[in-house]
DNA sequence: CTGAAAATAT
DNA sequence: TATATTTTCA
């Protein structure tokens, strides 16, 4: 952050070029390592700056990110030879990416504006080579820190922009980096807050709308992004510029969903802000909940209980007709003590009769959520509100 | 606020 | 193409 700035006025900016010509005339290796660190630091705050718009500058993306990929590739020399001089010729796929990557530097605030929509037809892929590096295999299988969920409760967080915050903090590995290839000493892509800018002017604006990156871990209390809800005024068909970004449900926020769920009685019974009430996370959004519970029941309509008690019915909906009763008290009487899918007292002492034994066949699930269906490869938590 | 469906993003 | 999530609608 304040980095940029001061380091500018130490550092004028060159050329890729350039700069590395000025390193092979230095003599000192451990300054031209130095200087090679502060260079690359420099380009990666300026992606990290750019990430949340690469939809809409792809190139710019992917220039800054072969800058860096070759630099670093250098730095892996300087520090494997640490004399050989260093010399090499970086050309940059295109020409000149400093150039570009200053005025990004200046204005990529005001550069919004102009972004059309229609380029993000490609992304920019981040294919992390990164010279030495390797992966980081698993250190432990799910290193997961239970740290279960949650983006910082920011829900009303208008248009209010948030500040870049340490991005790559507290080394969760959200369970949803689709890709978390390398980290150690690179920064490189990882998280990134949403941070919109205010700028974005209603008035023409060309629908503008995409740009999202979820990633970040649960724990963090990273948040960005808007909810705004414009109101009414006269531009009845304008809607924000940017989507709200995907709440991920990471088995664990899944996990919670479902114990309250099961608290409140049920799919077919509990409400999505009950849920979310009870689930306790914080920038969950009722419309999030409304949403998932929305899929959720779809899917439990559609496998098969496994159960297999009842005729099979893929058709016949269960029939809750007469429990429904239990779903009031739960809510007040009883505060979430058990958090484990037990049952719940099941009214039916007296009269028996009922045919009660239909209903709670649904959930089940497998206790780490996210496996209804498999896929899923792709989940993060994030950012949020 | 809710549930369902349409629209999008992945 | 299928699925996950968001947005829109009633």
Same mark, same amino acid.
């Given at each position: 952050?304040?980095?940029?700035?001061?380091?500018?006025?130490?550092?004028? @900016? %060159?050329?890729?070029?350039?700069?590395?010509?000025?390193?092979?005339?230095?003599?000192?290796?451990?300054?031209?390592?130095?200087?090679?660190?502060?260079?690359?630091?420099?380009?990666?705050?300026?992606?990290?700056?750019?990430?949340?718009?690469?939809?809409?500058? @792809?190139?710019?993306?992917?220039?800054?990110?072969?800058?860096?990929?070759?630099?670093?590739?250098?730095?892996?020399?300087?520090?494997?030879?640490?004399?050989?001089?260093?010399?090499?010729?970086?050309?940059?796929?295109?020409?000149?990416?400093? #150039?570009?990557?200053?005025?990004? %530097?200046? =204005?990529?605030?005001?550069?919004?504006?102009?972004?059309?929509?229609?380029? =993000?037809?490609?992304?920019?892929?981040?294919? /992390?080579?990164?010279?030495?590096?390797?992966?980081?295999?698993?250190?432990?299988?799910?290193?997961? &820190?239970?740290?279960?969920?949650?983006?910082? =409760?920011?829900?009303?967080?208008?248009?209010?922009?948030?500040?870049?915050?340490?991005?790559?903090?507290?080394?969760?590995? #959200?369970?949803?980096?689709? /890709?978390?290839?390398?980290?150690?000493?690179?920064?490189?892509?990882? *998280?990134?807050? @949403? +941070?919109?800018?205010?700028?974005?002017?209603?008035?023409?604006?060309?629908?503008?709308?995409?740009?999202?990156?979820?990633?970040?871990?649960?724990?963090? #209390?990273?948040?960005?992004?808007?909810?705004?809800?414009?109101?009414?005024?006269?531009?009845?068909?304008?809607?924000? &510029?940017?989507?709200?970004?995907?709440?991920?449900?990471? !088995?664990?926020?899944?996990?919670?969903?479902?114990?309250? +769920?099961?608290?409140?009685?049920?799919?077919?019974?509990?409400?999505?802000?009950?849920?979310?009430?009870?689930?306790?996370?914080?920038?969950?959004?009722? /419309?999030?909940? %409304?949403?998932?519970?929305?899929?959720?029941?779809?899917?439990?309509?559609?496998? &098969?209980?496994?159960?297999?008690?009842?005729?099979?019915?893929?058709?016949?909906?269960?029939?809750?007709?007469?429990?429904?009763?239990?779903?009031?008290?739960?809510?007040?009487?009883? !505060?979430?003590?058990?958090? *484990?899918?037990?049952?719940?007292?099941?009214?039916?002492?007296?009269?028996?009769?009922?045919?009660?034994?239909?209903?709670?066949?649904?959930? /089940?699930?497998?206790?780490?959520?996210?496996?209804?269906?498999?896929?899923?490869?792709?989940?993060?938590?994030?950012?949020?509100?």
């Amino acid at each position: 952050m304040e980095l940029s700035l001061d380091t500018s006025l130490v550092f004028i @900016p %060159k050329t890729i070029s350039d700069f590395l010509v000025q390193l092979s005339t230095m003599e000192d290796s451990s300054q031209r390592s130095s200087e090679l660190d502060a260079y690359v630091k420099r380009l990666e705050d300026e992606m990290r700056k750019i990430e949340v718009f690469k939809r809409e500058l @792809p190139l710019c993306m992917l220039l800054l990110k072969d800058a860096i990929e070759r630099l670093k590739d250098k730095v892996m020399q300087c520090k494997k030879m640490e004399d050989r001089p260093v010399i090499e010729e970086f050309i940059p796929l295109k020409g000149n990416l400093e #150039g570009k990557e200053n005025s990004d %530097k200046k =204005n990529w605030m005001s550069s919004a504006q102009l972004w059309s929509t229609s380029l =993000n037809v490609f992304e920019y892929s981040n294919h /992390d080579s990164v010279s030495g590096l390797r992966l980081r295999n698993v250190e432990d299988d799910r290193s997961v &820190p239970e740290n279960p969920i949650e983006p910082s =409760n920011n829900r009303a967080v208008g248009r209010t922009f948030v500040p870049f915050k340490e991005q790559y903090e507290s080394g969760f590995t #959200g369970t949803c980096l689709k /890709d978390d290839k390398e980290v150690s000493q690179v920064p490189s892509l990882s *998280l990134m807050t @949403p +941070l919109m800018s205010e700028a974005l002017d209603a008035s023409t604006n060309t629908n503008i709308k995409s740009n999202n990156n979820c990633r970040g871990g649960s724990g963090s #209390g990273l948040a960005g992004q808007l909810k705004l809800q414009n109101k009414p005024q006269q531009q009845s068909q304008q809607q924000q &510029p940017f989507r709200k970004q995907r709440r991920c449900w990471s !088995p664990e926020l899944h996990r919670r969903f479902v114990e309250s +769920l099961q608290q409140l009685g049920g799919t077919q019974v509990a409400t999505p802000k009950q849920i979310r009430e009870l689930m306790q996370v914080d920038g969950l959004t009722n /419309d999030e909940v %409304k949403s998932h519970l929305q899929k959720y029941r779809l899917h439990v309509r559609k496998l &098969p209980t496994s159960s297999a008690a009842k005729g099979n019915g893929i058709w016949m909906p269960l029939d809750h007709s007469a429990d429904h009763s239990k779903a009031n008290n739960s809510q007040s009487g009883s !505060p979430q003590g058990p958090l *484990l899918p037990g049952e719940f007292a099941k009214g039916r002492s007296t009269t028996g009769g009922e045919s009660d034994n239909s209903r709670e066949a649904e959930e /089940d699930e497998k206790s780490d959520g996210q496996s209804w269906k498999g896929g899923l490869l792709h989940n993060n938590q994030g950012g949020d509100v």
